[in-house]
């Protein structure tokens, strides 16, 4: 009696699992911030339960190419360039954008491809401790990261360098297109390197510490470590910063289609959208968003379209996704060698 109940039990677990719309993300608090702000709502709503996959940026991009036509997840998250990469190689559905009514409010740097589309936004901007750095440096430019006195206290990601290769070529009078006009001014950066972060724990730890703090960051890194008492300050230099735009797209092949299109809308809706800027700080996507008059007032929180327009920098998310393997080889012969 008790192993049939049993059997039962784990029939409907599976069944359960079965019914379930399964996303791809990352792992850690990007997952918790998907399933807080916009699974537990999704639930709510339809009664449907949500499963997460999660792993590493590329590694999901190369479980997706492997699955092919049979997909692990209904929706996957991922950066708009890599997105790119999951368009270049079929496996995402074409929007129909009727489907998604908060589309109407999706502000023009969210709206990607007509295959992946923006759930959040943030910078990668200059975050540092100033009880650890020379008081008159106030990075008011980028060009403040070359001061001498910054000599081993500078670190930024080793899996993604397009920002800095970014403003180097700006502040040599090219762009991502023409980034090797920056490769001279890069390398003279290279004397003020401590380190380069692997993830985000690594980056969170290294200013935390004070090993590394001065950072080329994630801005949402920056304000959960404020929030854990690190004396951060978050600027915004004149020449802007450079914008991220994190994105959803429906995978190819998927039979929950109708669900996910659900799910993208709950996470597109202005409610949804005030409470994933709370929670993580970042920039909503919708022009409707009601965001707390401190959160607006946060660098690298884009609330207004003068914000989007004059504060970021924008590398074309094509470009970045081809240029990306690319950038990662110069940059590791060139810098971290």
Same mark, same amino acid.
């Given at each position: 009696?008790?192993?049939?109940?049993?059997?039962?039990?784990?029939?409907?677990?599976?069944?359960?699992?079965?019914?379930?719309?399964?996303?791809?993300?990352?792992?850690?608090?990007?997952?918790?911030?998907?399933?807080?702000?916009?699974?537990?709502?999704?639930?709510?709503?339809?009664?449907?339960?949500?499963?997460?996959?999660?792993?590493?940026?590329?590694?999901?991009?190369?479980?997706?190419?492997?699955?092919?036509?049979?997909?692990?997840?209904?929706?996957?998250?991922?950066?708009?360039?890599?997105?790119?990469?999951?368009?270049?190689?079929?496996?995402?559905?074409?929007?129909?954008?009727?489907?998604?009514?908060?589309?109407?409010?999706?502000?023009?740097?969210?709206?990607?491809?007509?295959?992946?589309?923006?759930?959040?936004?943030?910078?990668?901007?200059?975050?540092?401790?100033?009880?650890?750095?020379?008081?008159?440096?106030?990075?008011?430019?980028?060009?403040?990261?070359?001061?001498?006195?910054?000599?081993?206290?500078?670190?930024?990601?080793?899996?993604?360098?397009?920002?800095?290769?970014?403003?180097?070529?700006?502040?040599?009078?090219?762009?991502?297109?023409?980034?090797?006009?920056?490769?001279?001014?890069?390398?003279?950066?290279?004397?003020?390197?401590?380190?380069?972060?692997?993830?985000?724990?690594?980056?969170?730890?290294?200013?935390?510490?004070?090993?590394?703090?001065?950072?080329?960051?994630?801005?949402?890194?920056?304000?959960?470590?404020?929030?854990?008492?690190?004396?951060?300050?978050?600027?915004?230099?004149?020449?802007?910063?450079?914008?991220?735009?994190?994105?959803?797209?429906?995978? $190819?092949? !998927?039979?929950?289609? &109708?669900? +996910?299109?659900?799910?993208?809308?709950? @996470?597109?809706? *202005?409610? %949804?959208?005030?409470?994933?800027?709370?929670?993580? $700080?970042? !920039?909503?996507?919708? &022009?409707? +968003?009601?965001?707390?008059?401190?959160? @607006?007032?946060? *660098?690298? %929180?884009?609330?207004?379209?003068?914000?989007?327009?004059?504060?970021?920098?924008?590398? &074309?998310?094509?470009?970045?996704?081809?240029?990306? @393997?690319?950038?990662?080889?110069?940059?590791?012969?060139?810098?971290?060698?």
């Amino acid at each position: 009696m008790s192993a049939g109940i049993l059997a039962g039990a784990m029939f409907a677990t599976a069944a359960h699992a079965e019914d379930a719309l399964v996303i791809s993300t990352w792992g850690g608090s990007f997952r918790d911030l998907i399933d807080e702000n916009i699974g537990k709502e999704f639930t709510r709503q339809t009664g449907v339960p949500v499963k997460y996959v999660t792993g590493g940026t590329i590694d999901r991009l190369n479980k997706a190419k492997l699955a092919g036509s049979k997909p692990e997840s209904d929706i996957t998250f991922t950066t708009s360039h890599i997105g790119w990469l999951y368009v270049n190689a079929g496996l995402y559905e074409k929007l129909d954008t009727s489907k998604i009514p908060n589309y109407a409010h999706l502000v023009d740097r969210a709206r990607i491809s007509p295959y992946h589309i923006g759930s959040w936004a943030y910078v990668y901007t200059i975050g540092y401790r100033p009880d650890l750095v020379p008081a008159d440096i106030k990075f008011t430019s980028w060009n403040d990261l070359w001061n001498p006195a910054l000599k081993g206290k500078l670190s930024a990601p080793d899996f993604d360098p397009s920002h800095i290769i970014d403003v180097a070529a700006l502040l040599s009078g090219g762009d991502a297109a023409t980034w090797e006009k920056g490769e001279a001014k890069l390398k003279a950066l290279k004397p003020n390197f401590k380190a380069y972060y692997t993830n985000d724990a690594n980056s969170q730890q290294l200013i935390a510490t004070g090993e590394t703090p001065v950072q080329v960051m994630l801005s949402m890194n920056a304000y959960y470590m404020i929030g854990q008492g690190v004396p951060i300050k978050v600027v915004i230099p004149k020449e802007g910063a450079v914008l991220g735009v994190d994105t959803m797209g429906i995978m $190819k092949g !998927s039979t929950k289609a &109708d669900l +996910a299109y659900k799910f993208m809308n709950i @996470a597109l809706s *202005p409610e %949804v959208q005030a409470k994933i800027v709370a929670f993580k $700080k970042a !920039s909503p996507v919708v &022009d409707n +968003a009601k965001v707390s008059p401190e959160d @607006a007032a946060l *660098p690298g %929180v884009f609330t207004t379209k003068a914000q989007w327009d004059t504060q970021a920098i924008v590398i &074309d998310d094509k470009l970045r996704a081809e240029k990306t @393997a690319e950038w990662r080889k110069w940059f590791t012969e060139n810098m971290m060698n």
